[in-house]
Nanobody, 121 residues
Framework: QVHLVESGGGWVPAGGSLGLSCAAS????????MGWYRQAPGKQRELIAVISSGGIQTHYLDSVKGRFTISRDNAKNTVYLQMNSLKPEDTAVYYCNRPNGFGYNREIISWGQGTQVTVSS
């Protein structure tokens, strides 16, 4: 079973930047498209960014487009999310997993613990 471990969250003032990482425990990661999700307090988890297995194709939720960048390093079994120009509404717990959205319909695997991002106004 593949395990996912997210890291890199923290507190940042509005307009700041953070970089998140998600490490997968198995090499099968290299064959998978991957996505970043977030869940804000009282809201459903939403898919915000997707990257294809080879890293060529990316897709973003409109609210993060132009501010967030998803990337991956298959040699390290890791997917990244660079977040710039952060807004208070970006405050959430961030998770990675296989994508279920943006035209992808992949089976979700066990969720990691996520990483908390807090953006102050």
């Amino acid at each position: 079973q593949v395990h996912l471990v997210e890291s890199g969250g923290g507190w940042v003032p509005a307009g700041g930047s953070l970089g998140l990482s998600c490490a997968a425990s198995e090499d099968i990661f290299k064959l998978w498209a991957m996505g970043w999700y977030r869940q804000a307090p009282g809201k459903q988890r939403e898919l915000i960014a997707v990257i294809s297995s080879g890293g060529i194709q990316t897709h973003y939720l409109d609210s993060v487009k132009g501010r967030f960048t998803i990337s991956r390093d298959n040699a390290k079994n890791t997917v990244y999310l660079q977040m710039n120009s952060l807004k208070p509404e970006d405050t959430a717990v961030y998770y990675c997993n296989r994508p279920n959205g943006f035209g992808y319909n992949r089976e979700i695997i066990s969720w990691g613990q996520g990483t908390q991002v807090t953006v102050s106004s």
